[in-house]
């Protein structure tokens, strides 16, 4: 049966709605004929269609009333990465997922897709193909990556078939496409700077980029297939663009199409990856007086400087997963929505 009949009638909500994954998951549910909640700390788009719940999601009587009536929560909020706050990130991601957790069984609601991140086995050292079962990190990088791990953990361990509640995980990798906040902003910041002229490595470092519909579509998948005696039922699956690129040819190709230099020089990753970490040292003891965010975190020159890219063999075979959008297509629809940051021509 076509998916978008299967799902007339079922009501859900997107918690992270206003982010950039949650738009494109509120923009999508719309168009398979779902009813959808939204439920964020921040109201960031309107729509007609959508009914706003405004609150913090570590609030479990805020959550409640975003939650009835409801068959399937979409769980795609965290604190950016970028923000670097312990106390934030663990109690956004962690007790506050437990706070989801709660509200959800106590609402009635049967099914929990939470939108995890691959990081959570990476570690700073070469990941080729990786499947579900590699081990989490256990010396993650940083605090964002520490919580998303308990995180998953938590969510994954709620799996209840008895009780009639049902949770899996996504695992997507390095999100691009229109209005996304980080990827594509971060780099042409960087780039207007003068800080993009050197490749880390040797530049051969193959890595997942996922287009955000292709992500979405991982998600809607995982909520339609997720149901009693499925092998989704408390597992995790990555979702992938299924064609792993070299970092650098990725990177220089959103420049070049922005009409900025693509960098040229090549500096060694473990050379990078001990002055990133000399930097983290000295921002710290700097931290009590001064706040300064560096552009190259220990994080980013680790994604920038090894093969991290995931197999999604897992949700072929269990969710019937194919991404809709090649990376080709994805690159220049990407390219297009963003020409504010485009630079004009000499
Ligand atoms: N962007 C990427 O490359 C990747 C993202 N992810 C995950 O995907 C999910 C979505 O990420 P993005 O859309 O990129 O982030 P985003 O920052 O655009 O959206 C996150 C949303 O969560 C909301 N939020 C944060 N704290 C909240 C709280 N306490 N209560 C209620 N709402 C809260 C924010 O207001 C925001 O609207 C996150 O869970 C992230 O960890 C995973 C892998 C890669
Ligand atoms: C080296 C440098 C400064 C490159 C600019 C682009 C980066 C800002 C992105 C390249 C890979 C991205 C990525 C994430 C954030 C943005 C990048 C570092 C995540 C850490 C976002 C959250 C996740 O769950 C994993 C992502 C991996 C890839």
């Known amino acids: 049966m076509a998916t978008h009949l299967r799902s007339v009638g079922k009501k859900c909500t997107v918690i992270g709605g206003s982010g950039f994954l949650g738009q494109h998951m509120v923009e999508q549910l719309l168009e398979k004929g779902y009813m959808v909640n939204v439920?964020?700390?921040?109201?960031?788009?309107?729509n007609d269609r959508v009914q706003f719940f405004l609150g913090d999601?570590?609030?479990?009587?805020?959550?409640?009333?975003?939650?009835?009536?409801?068959?399937?929560?979409?769980?795609?909020?965290?604190?950016?990465?970028?923000?670097?706050?312990?106390?934030?990130?663990?109690?956004?991601?962690?007790?506050?997922?437990?706070?989801?957790?709660?509200?959800?069984?106590?609402?009635?609601?049967?099914?929990?897709?939470?939108?995890?991140?691959?990081?959570?086995?990476?570690?700073?050292?070469?990941?080729?193909?990786?499947?579900?079962?590699?081990?989490?990190?256990?010396?993650?990088?940083?605090?964002?990556?520490?919580?998303?791990?308990?995180?998953?953990?938590?969510?994954?361990?709620?799996n209840d078939p008895c009780n009639n509640f049902f949770t899996t995980a996504i695992r997507p990798h390095g999100i691009f496409g229109p209005r996304d906040p980080q990827l594509v902003p971060i780099l042409i910041q960087a780039a207007k700077s003068g800080k993009m002229k050197f490749i880390i490595g040797d530049g051969k470092n193959l890595v997942d980029f996922t287009y955000v519909e292709n992500v979405v579509h991982g998600?809607?998948?995982?909520?339609?297939?997720?149901?009693?005696?499925?092998?989704?039922?408390?597992?995790?699956?990555?979702?992938?663009?299924?064609?792993?690129?070299?970092?650098?040819?990725?990177?220089?190709?959103?420049?070049?199409?922005?009409?900025?230099?693509?960098?040229?020089?090549?500096?060694?990753?473990?050379?990078?990856?001990y002055l990133a970490l000399f930097l983290s040292l000295v921002l710290w003891l700097l931290s009590p007086l001064v706040t300064i965010k560096p552009t190259f975190t220990l994080m980013r020159v680790a994604l920038a400087g090894t093969f991290h890219y995931y197999s999604c063999e897992r949700a072929k075979r269990d969710m019937g997963y194919k991404p809709v959008v090649s990376l080709d297509e994805a690159i220049d629809r990407t390219l297009q929505s963003y020409p504010h940051l485009r630079q004009a021509k000499a």
Not at 39 to 46: G, M
Not at 87 to 93: I, P, S
Not at 242 to 250: G, L, Q
């Open 39 to 46: 439920f964020d700390i921040q109201k960031r788009f309107e």
């Open 57 to 158: 999601l570590c609030d479990k009587e805020a959550l409640l009333p975003a939650l009835q009536g409801v068959s399937v929560a979409f769980h795609c909020a965290s604190p950016a990465p970028s923000s670097d706050n312990r106390e934030l990130f663990y109690k956004v991601n962690f007790m506050g997922t437990k706070a989801v957790i709660e509200a959800c069984k106590e609402a009635g609601v049967q099914k929990l897709v939470l939108t995890s991140s691959a990081s959570v086995v990476f570690e700073g050292t070469d990941i080729k193909n990786g499947s579900e079962d590699l081990p989490y990190a256990k010396n993650p990088i940083d605090y964002y990556t520490e919580t998303k791990i308990l995180q998953e953990k938590e969510v994954l361990s709620a």
């Open 219 to 273: 998600h809607i998948l995982a909520a339609e297939n997720l149901q009693k005696d499925s092998p989704l039922c408390g597992k995790a699956f990555h979702i992938t663009n299924d064609e792993p690129v070299p970092f650098w040819a990725f990177m220089s190709r959103i420049l070049t199409g922005l009409n900025y230099d693509p960098p040229k020089y090549h500096i060694p990753y473990w050379l990078a990856y």
